[in-house]
């Protein structure tokens, strides 16, 4: 599976941004996308997923301000990440990620970098 993402940028407080991962390659149809992030100095720590059937989960520290939705295709998935009332610390190299059930096997795209400024 390969993993193509892109939206990130530099955008001040409060501003928004969405992030987007296009999944190509050879997939089963129970999966998860999703996506992870890490800050400068930080571990890499999950944002938020997406099942195969729309069922998602957010870490607490992004609850009301992200939200994140995938589109129905089999062939070539997508994963959206609305990102609101960013705050400095959101700050982060966000990683899309695909998860397949049956194998027990992760994917990880390239990254993309989110600045938000104060």
């Known amino acids: 599976v390969q993993l193509q993402a892109s939206g990130g940028g530099l955008v001040q407080a409060g501003e928004s941004l969405t992030l987007s991962c296009a999944a190509s390659?050879?997939?089963?149809?129970?999966?998860?996308m999703g996506w992870h992030r890490q800050a400068p100095g930080k571990q890499r720590e999950l944002v938020a997923d997406?099942?195969?059937?729309?069922?998602?989960?957010?870490a607490d520290f992004v609850k009301g301000r992200f939200t994140i939705s995938r589109d129905s295709s089999r062939d070539n998935p997508k994963v959206y990440l609305q990102m609101h009332s960013l705050k400095p610390e959101d700050t982060a190299v966000y990683y899309c990620?695909?998860?397949?059930?049956?194998?027990?096997?992760?994917?990880w795209g390239r990254g993309t970098l989110v600045t938000v400024s104060s």
């Open positions: 390659g050879r997939m089963f149809t129970l999966n998860t």
């Open positions: 997406i099942s195969n059937s729309g069922r998602a989960n957010y």
């Open positions: 990620y695909f998860y397949q059930i049956p194998e027990r096997r992760e994917y």
